[in-house]
């Protein structure tokens, strides 16, 4: 079965400061997708990037970055410089590579304070 | 841009009524999937279609059915609500079957049941 920790439940850092969003999976698969959705606080999930499991290369997007690693099964996020419009609950998510499943398996959600 | 919408942002109803959650997408999307929140577990699946009249379990599918008629419409059914069924419910909807493209997510509904 499918497994997505997000073992830090809730950070607090002060603006400008960089931080780093922990990700780590399991699964039987040796295809597989995984996902960071945002969840600002007025509730709807946005979609932030997907990688499949044969590209490791990691990803830059302005201020957010990706870290991934299989031999860990971590996928890391990134933010540099960080402002107040980062607040918001951040998740990883995983989805097998199944034909006609396309079941995304959540963590439990990081939530990210931004400290004036 | 997709548009996925939830047609209550907060509802009330009392315990044994029956209640409907509906979700509307906008960009012909094959996929569809409802999800409950609650703090502390993250994002559960109750159930998905892939194609008009399909559906599927996911994790969480007890006490909950669903109705698909046409492609753009995905209804939740509480078929004799209970207070745990209390809870953050979240439509979402993707392009098409077996491309693991990302869903995309209404502004949820919050249910309470009294």
């Known amino acids: 079965a499918q497994k997505v920790t997000q073992a830090q439940t809730e950070i607090s850092v002060v603006e400008k400061e960089d931080v780093t969003l922990d990700c780590v999976y399991e699964?039987?698969?040796?295809?597989?997708?995984l996902f960071w959705y945002k969840q600002p606080p007025s509730g709807e999930l946005v979609f932030l990037i997907r990688?499949?499991?044969?590209?490791?290369q990691n990803e830059i997007s302005g201020r957010y970055s990706w870290n991934f690693q299989k031999s860990t099964s971590s996928f890391n996020f990134t933010i540099t410089a960080s402002q107040v419009v980062d607040s918001a609950v951040y998740f990883c998510?995983?989805?097998?590579?199944?034909?006609?499943?396309?079941?995304?398996?959540f963590g439990t959600g990081t939530r990210l304070t931004i400290i004036p | 841009d997709v548009k996925v919408t939830q047609s209550s942002r907060y509802l009330v109803k009392r315990t044994g009524e029956k209640v409907f959650l509906e979700c509307v997408q906008d960009?012909?999307?094959?996929?569809m999937f409802w999800y409950r929140q609650d703090p502390g577990l993250g994002l559960r699946l109750i159930y998905f279609?892939?194609?008009?009249?399909?559906?599927e379990k996911g994790d969480i599918p007890e006490g909950y059915s669903v109705s698909r008629e046409k492609k753009e419409r995905f209804s939740l059914i509480l078929e004799s609500a209970s207070t745990n069924q209390t809870s953050m419910y979240l439509c979402?909807?993707?392009?098409?079957?077996?491309?693991?493209?990302?869903?995309?997510f209404g502004d949820g509904t919050r249910l309470s049941i009294l």
């Open positions: 979402a909807s993707s392009l098409r079957a077996g491309q693991r493209q990302p869903q995309h």
């Open positions: 699964t039987r698969d040796t295809t597989y997708y």
């Open positions: 990688r499949n499991s044969f590209d490791e």
């Open positions: 998510a995983l989805s097998e590579a199944n034909f006609g499943n396309e079941k995304l398996t």
């Open positions: 960009m012909d999307h094959e996929n």
């Open positions: 279609s892939y194609d008009v009249k399909m559906k």
